[in-house]
């Protein structure tokens, strides 16, 4: 094809013209797919792109193009950056799977990254992060937090990143409260104030004063402070400004290590294809700070937890444990495996409510 | 003290040379904010107008052009046959989201079976899909006097909703590992609407734009119904007494910008975009609307409006990966247009007079 010849030609000149110039800085490019200030998913990234400039200076230089719609926008948006030299290119949204595939047959001298997709190729790696072992910190607090035993949950989509969230938070909950019941809002977004506002007043009216969020907006925050006697969780990023109540700990996306140490891998020119799936022992997953509104005893179960699944004691799916339909999935100390894990399409036993089809 | 007169007759020359005025005007307060976030004015004009058509990585970014500004091309020409008649479409964007459901649907049935006739069906279902999307308003409107701008717009979140559940269930790839989406076109070639000559952005979505261009032309100069559409926007009561059916013509403009808003989302899903997934549709549907009115919903107009849509969109980008512009300030950029656009139309029929003021 010529095209991919002028591409590939285009490649090399800029790739030579790299190589002449050995003072010249790595260019690191990143793809977000919402704006920097959403303070959830998109923000994290940025605050990682941030750190990359601290750690490296002025070896390396960082671009970045925000709200870029999945499909064929973003194709483009790529090739532009690899068009325009960048050694390596963070695609950070999974709808950006294809095209980043597409985009890195052109190029392969250009090294990608792509977050929580599973397709990978000689010069694109996968990343992506272990929220649910957060969610199962989550859950210990929910559930010897609820006084209605009655948790909240606003889901995204119904995909396998969420369900996962859903059924550990909830085993967790169940593990220390047996009365617990969930209650879930599917808001068919990631981020979108005025629905998530709305799903977490639903969730309320019904009875919930805990509210667990998987979509990356403060809005429901902001509805559970409204209400009183609600609390919350941080998601994506701390959320601190809603600390001590209702925001009583969070999830945080720490990607600052991982962005680091393969823009370094690129510079010493050790880069090579891989799948991250990194946790809480990375530190790719962080837990927020878990305030005083959460009484001594139950911050110190929290933190237990969280400290087994840092040092790999404890795994977050562990059985005994049944599907929803009563089947058995895990047998009593099994842990589940990554491949189960990562298409996770079904509710644990208890879980009440069907998955959206 | 400035006042505004009526002129007795629309001008001519306003009406051409608003669009250039409006270009030029949002340049001049483009620059500004983009002098007010910190950064060169000049160079970030230049970056968005120049840089996709001539500069360095031109040979990629011109085919990009056709790409994106087919589809906004497509629609807006459908839209502008019913603004023309004060038939109000907004929701093009569902219309988009049914024609691309249609289409893959269609397509996705055959799967993996390769044959030449399938392209066909799924370009017929595409246009389908839009065109009965369209005709829910369209029989409302003419069966119990709905307003067609309330629910065609309405409808796009019905769309959404459709097209959300598709990626999850009937249309998800049974071999994407749960993850929503379906399969992707472009990796199967009964379907896939790849480029006619590899490299030129030139798909058959860009043909149908053209000839859409050209169809709206003739219909609208040549032939009756288009006179009908033009003469019920310019003297509704001198429409009715010439015998122009109202019904007829509310069906009529509706059904071709719901049909042509179908095939611009099938060509779409079957080639640029590859697959049905939750965050398919992507505004062309309401970019169009702007389109349709920059273009002065002239067929001519409006294929150079998207042209310059694309443009800014493709240039946009660039700027901000290059000059690290916030894309915030690129969406200002995009409506400063259609807000100058609208501020200049007001010269055609309206005259600025300086002077002293009268005694009322």
């Known amino acids: ?59 390396v230089e960082t671009v970045y193009v925000e709200s870029v719609a999945e499909g064929p926008d973003a194709e483009r948006v790529i090739t532009q950056m690899a068009l325009q030299g960048a050694d390596l290119i963070f695609t950070t949204s999974f709808g950006y799977m294809d095209p980043t595939i597409n985009v890195a047959a052109k190029f392969p001298d250009v090294k990608f990254e792509h977050a929580t997709g599973y397709k990978n190729a000689d010069n694109v790696s996968t990343y992506s992060a272990r929220f649910y072992e957060g969610r199962a910190v989550q859950g210990t607090i929910a559930g010897h937090m609820t006084k209605s035993n009655v948790v909240g949950y606003i889901g995204s ?73 609600v609390i919350t969780f941080g998601q994506a990023s701390d959320m601190a400004e809603y600390a001590p109540s209702p925001r009583v700990s969070s999830i945080i996306d720490n990607w600052a290590p991982y962005y680091i140490a393969r823009t370094q891998a690129v510079m010493d020119g050790t880069w090579e294809s891989k799948s991250t799936w990194d946790g809480i022992g990375a530190g790719m997953v962080g837990i927020g700070e878990i305030t005083d509104a959460v009484p001594a005893d139950v911050k110190e179960a929290a933190l237990a937890i969280k400290a087994s699944l840092a040092d790999g004691s404890y795994h977050a799916f562990t059985g005994p444990l049944n599907k929803q339909d009563g089947s058995a999935w895990l047998a009593e100390g099994e842990t589940a495996d990554d491949g189960t894990l990562a298409g996770m399409n079904f509710y644990v036993e208890g879980i009440e409510g069907d998955i959206p089809q | 003290m400035i006042r505004l007169e009526k002129r007795p007759q629309p001008s001519k020359a306003w009406s051409l040379a608003t669009p250039l005025v409006a270009v030029l005007a949002t340049m001049i307060a483009g620059g500004l904010l983009f002098a007010a976030l910190g950064k060169d004015p000049v160079e970030a004009i230049r970056t968005i107008f120049w840089e996709p058509l001539f500069g360095e990585f031109s040979f990629y970014y011109r085919p990009q052009l056709l790409v994106k500004g087919a589809p906004l091309v497509l629609i807006a020409i459908g839209l502008s046959l019913g603004f023309k008649a004060g038939i109000w479409n907004i929701g093009a964007e569902g219309q988009y989201i049914m024609g691309a459901l249609f289409g893959a649907g269609v397509g996705l049935a055959f799967y993996p079976f390769e044959a030449w006739y399938i392209f066909p069906l799924m370009v017929i279902a595409g246009g389908f899909g839009g065109w009965i999307w369209a005709m829910i308003p369209a029989f409302l409107k003419v069966r119990f006097g709905t307003n067609e701008i309330l629910v065609s717009l309405m409808l796009v ?55 859409a261009v050209i169809f709206a032309y003739v219909l609208l100069n040549r032939h009756m119904t288009g006179y009908h559409i033009r003469l019920t926007g310019e003297a509704p009561r001198a429409a009715r007494f010439a015998g122009v059916n109202p019904t007829r013509l509310i069906l009529f403009c509706l059904g071709t910008s719901g049909m042509l808003a179908g095939l611009a989302g099938m060509f779409e899903v079957t080639g640029p975009s590859g697959q049905v997934s939750i965050d398919f549709n992507v505004g062309y549907g309401f970019t169009a609307i702007i389109v349709a ?15 310059l849509m694309a443009l800014t969109y493709i240039g946009g980008d660039i700027a901000q990966s290059n000059l690290q512009l916030p894309s915030a300030a690129i969406q200002v950029f995009q409506g400063m247009l259609l807000f100058f656009l609208l501020a200049f139309d007001l010269l055609t029929n309206f005259r600025i007079s300086l002077g002293k003021t009268e005694v009322a």
Do not use: C
């Open chain 1, 1 to 59: 094809m010529k095209l991919t010849n002028l591409m590939t030609s285009a490649a090399v000149a800029l790739g030579l013209a790299t190589a002449a110039l050995a003072e010249d800085p790595t260019k690191v490019g990143f793809v977000y797919v919402g704006p920097v200030g959403d303070g959830g998913w998109t923000y994290e990234h940025d605050q990682a792109r941030k750190a990359v400039v601290e750690e490296f200076g002025d070896k």
């Open chain 1, 157 to 229: 989509y119904p995909i396998p990143e969420v369900i996962r969230g859903i059924n550990s938070a909830y085993i967790h909950a169940k593990k220390v409260n047996p009365d617990v019941e969930f209650k879930i809002v599917w808001a068919f977004t990631w981020f979108d104030p005025a629905k998530e506002a709305d799903a977490a007043k639903v969730l309320i009216e019904q009875g919930a004063d805990v509210i667990l969020q998987h979509t990356d907006s403060t809005a429901p925050q902001a509805a559970a402070q409204a209400a009183g006697n």
């Open chain 2, 157 to 211: 979140y019905v769309a959404e909703q459709f097209l959300a559940s598709m990626s999850l269930g009937l249309l998800k790839n049974p071999e994407g590992h749960g993850f929503p989406g379906s399969r992707n076109l472009q990796q199967y070639d009964s379907a896939h609407n790849a480029e006619l000559i590899a490299g030129t952005g030139m798909h058959w979505g860009v043909v149908a734009a053209l000839i």
């Open chain 2, 293 to 307: 009115f920059l273009g002065r919903l002239h067929p001519v107009g409006i294929l150079l409006a998207g042209g």
